[in-house]
């Protein structure tokens, strides 16, 4: 019997790591192929029109990103050259649980015009992508759902890596037990702009928020739209119902605040895996059966790490193996 063709690693994921793996890849002269089951690239990088059918969108994942690797700011740079990203602020309000507010400068926050997941969607630009592709099972070859790649690399949180990996690959134990925190990100839109402006505020301590950021402000656009992320405990109890912490998040928005108007609409969007509980030292992992794993959870969680991570596994990947 002829043996099965192997000539492309399948990278499963298309949020910011996958593609950056992909990317990296490609440029080594690789052939890669992304399997993503949304019908778009982006993961957490997340942006949609809302309300349904509106002009704008709205970041209902990562808030803003940060740039301190030489790689990811010349990528960051192009973004800015082509007015796909823009640098938003190094300044943002904390509201502590003591009720008093103060401001708090840290490194410059970048966001996007067109909202963050255009620019996962700019960097996959020329890289083969099959979207609503959901796959079922990593298994030893390495292959996915049957399929035999050159090698495979999951990149997405563990949670979801340590679902798909077949109990007889080394990669497994890597990923098993990793605790990730959710959170449910709620849309609130106002007729026009019924607060002070802020572009963010941290709420340190509070049952419910864990940040309010003006999404008109970040994207440039002036929307009269804030985006508040719940606290994990929040998150925790609104699982099965995301709608159920609109009605708490509303309160604690319009409390902390002092609006005096009600949001003329508001959209829920859960994420069960936000953020991993704790940070890891390590890049990535790239196992001898050729299965990496990368992603935010190898590192800090943040895009910059997710995207270094990817870059790193492509290029480690690219030097091993050839397809
Ligand atoms: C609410 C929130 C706020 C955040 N705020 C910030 C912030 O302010 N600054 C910052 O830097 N970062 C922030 N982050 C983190 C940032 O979004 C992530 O670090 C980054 O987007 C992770 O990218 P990733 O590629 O590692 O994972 P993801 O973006 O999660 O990509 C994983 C992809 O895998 C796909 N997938 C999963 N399972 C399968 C399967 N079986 N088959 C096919 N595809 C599959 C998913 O659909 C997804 O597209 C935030 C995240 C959240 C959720």
Known sequence: MTPPVRNEVLVVGGGISGVACARALDAAGTPVRVLERSH????????????????????????????????????????????????????????????????????????????????????????????????????????????????????????????????????????????????????????HRVWTPFPAAFVNGHPDLDLIADDGDRRGDGAPVLVAHTSAERARRHLDDPDGAIAPVVAAATELLGLEQAPAWTHAHRWSYASPAAPRDDDFALTDDLVGLCGDGWGSPKVETAWRSGTLLGRAIAGRVAC
């Open 40 to 191: 778009r690239v982006g993961g957490r990088m997340a942006s949609r029109p809302l309300p349904a059918g509106a002009e704008h969108v709205v970041d209902l994942g990562a808030a803003y990103f940060t740039v301190r690797d030489e790689g990811f700011a010349a990528l960051v740079e192009g973004w800015r050259a082509r007015g796909l990203a823009r640098p938003w602020t190094d300044t943002l309000a904390a509201h502590d649980a003591d009720g008093t507010w103060s401001s708090t400068s840290g490194p410059q926050r970048w966001a996007a015009p067109g909202g963050l997941r255009s620019l996962v969607a700019d960097l996959a630009e020329g890289i083969t992508v099959s979207t609503g592709h959901t796959v079922g099972a990593v298994e030893p070859g390495p292959a996915v759902d049957g399929i035999p790649a050159c090698a495979v690399v999951l990149a997405m949180p563990d949670p979801q890596a340590a679902r798909l990996l077949h109990p007889a690959l080394r990669a497994g134990p890597l990923v098993a037990d990793r605790a990730w925190n959710p959170v449910i990100s709620v849309a609130l839109g106002y007729g």
